[in-house]
């Protein structure tokens, strides 16, 4: 007779749930073409990158510490994205960027990986409790919803409802705290080296890196093989290492 060791299993959501179904670039310019804008989708692509490694560096995590709001950040972005490719027209870009701010929750923009859902069905017949950790702002409860998957988790907690982003550990913390868990019967998975395996290490957590690709970088390298899941078919094998058996059952 087996029992879990393991109470909470938190988990990433982008690229380790699911994934974007069209590039940014390509949401985009549909998006634009439809109210007379021509910029091409790899451009966009490309200005989106530089906007938002611009933003982030600039107000981090939504910038909520300089009084910024989620939606405000994002319809920057997107406006700043259009700036750098020549589109200066704010009537314009303005109301486009509100309704790409609220486009993207829905379900038509994401793709479940195929392995998710039978991997998370899994884990609720084992009685473990589950729950989101990650760097995403408000929207998440709302795109989990309607991908559903939302009834998997007993809470979502994004990086803009914790106030701190990963890797920084407060926000492992601060889950362990809302599941009222010890960090040594708690574990992660997500695909980001830094922000999800170190970090929730760090946390005291196991943790575990998720690689569909197969192909790891020299960081990844560092992780031992027990630790990657190549696929989450490979979850119910991570569940029988975090069992221990009960010296004495009782029926």
């Given at each position: 007779?087996?029992?879990?060791?393991?109470?909470?299993?938190?988990?990433?959501v982008k690229d380790t749930l699911l994934c974007v179904r069209r590039s940014v670039g390509?949401?985009?310019?549909?998006?634009?073409?439809?109210?007379?804008?021509?910029?091409?989708?790899?451009?966009?692509?490309?200005?989106?990158?530089?906007?938002?490694?611009?933003?982030?560096?600039?107000?981090?995590?939504?910038?909520?510490?300089?009084?910024?709001?989620?939606?405000?950040?994002?319809?920057?972005?997107?406006?700043?994205?259009?700036?750098?490719?020549?589109?200066?027209?704010?009537?314009?870009?303005?109301?486009?960027?509100?309704?790409?701010?609220?486009?993207?929750?829905?379900?038509?923009?994401?793709?479940?990986?195929?392995?998710?859902?039978?991997?998370?069905?899994?884990?609720?017949?084992?009685?473990?409790?589950?729950?989101?950790?990650?760097?995403?702002?408000?929207?998440?409860?709302?795109?989990?919803?309607?991908?559903?998957?939302?009834?998997?988790?007993?809470?979502?907690?994004?990086?803009?409802?914790?106030?701190?982003?990963?890797?920084?550990?407060?926000?492992?913390?601060?889950?362990?705290?809302?599941?009222?868990?010890?960090?040594?019967?708690?574990?992660?998975?997500?695909?980001?080296?830094?922000?999800?395996?170190?970090?929730?290490?760090?946390?005291?957590?196991?943790?575990?890196?998720?690689?569909?690709?197969?192909?790891?970088?020299?960081?990844?390298?560092?992780?031992?093989?027990?630790?990657?899941?190549?696929?989450?078919?490979?979850?119910?094998?991570?569940?029988?290492?975090?069992?221990?058996?009960?010296?004495?059952?009782?029926?």
């Amino acid at each position: 007779r087996y029992t879990m060791r393991l109470k909470l299993l938190t988990w990433d959501v982008k690229d380790t749930l699911l994934c974007v179904r069209r590039s940014v670039g390509e949401q985009y310019y549909a998006e634009a073409r439809s109210r007379g804008i021509q910029v091409r989708p790899e451009s966009l692509n490309k200005s989106f990158l530089m906007a938002y490694k611009m933003q982030n560096k600039n107000f981090p995590n939504y910038g909520l510490t300089k009084g910024l709001s989620s939606k405000q950040w994002w319809v920057d972005t997107v406006k700043q994205t259009f700036h750098l490719c020549g589109v200066n027209e704010d009537k314009i870009l303005t109301p486009m960027a509100e309704k790409l701010y609220d486009d993207f929750c829905s379900a038509k923009n994401w793709e479940v990986f195929s392995d998710v859902r039978e991997a998370l069905s899994h884990c609720d017949a084992l009685g473990i409790r589950l729950a989101v950790i990650s760097n995403f702002d408000q929207r998440l409860e709302r795109i989990l919803a309607h991908c559903s998957l939302r009834h998997h988790f007993e809470f979502v907690l994004t990086s803009e409802g914790a106030g701190v982003a990963k890797p920084d550990v407060s926000i492992f913390q601060k889950a362990l705290a809302m599941a009222k868990v010890e960090p040594g019967y708690a574990a992660h998975i997500g695909d980001d080296y830094l922000n999800d395996y170190k970090a929730a290490r760090a946390a005291g957590m196991e943790s575990y890196l998720v690689k569909r690709t197969g192909q790891l970088d020299s960081l990844q390298e560092e992780v031992p093989e027990e630790h990657i899941l190549y696929s989450l078919e490979q979850v119910s094998n991570i569940l029988n290492s975090l069992a221990f058996a009960i010296s004495n059952p009782v029926d």
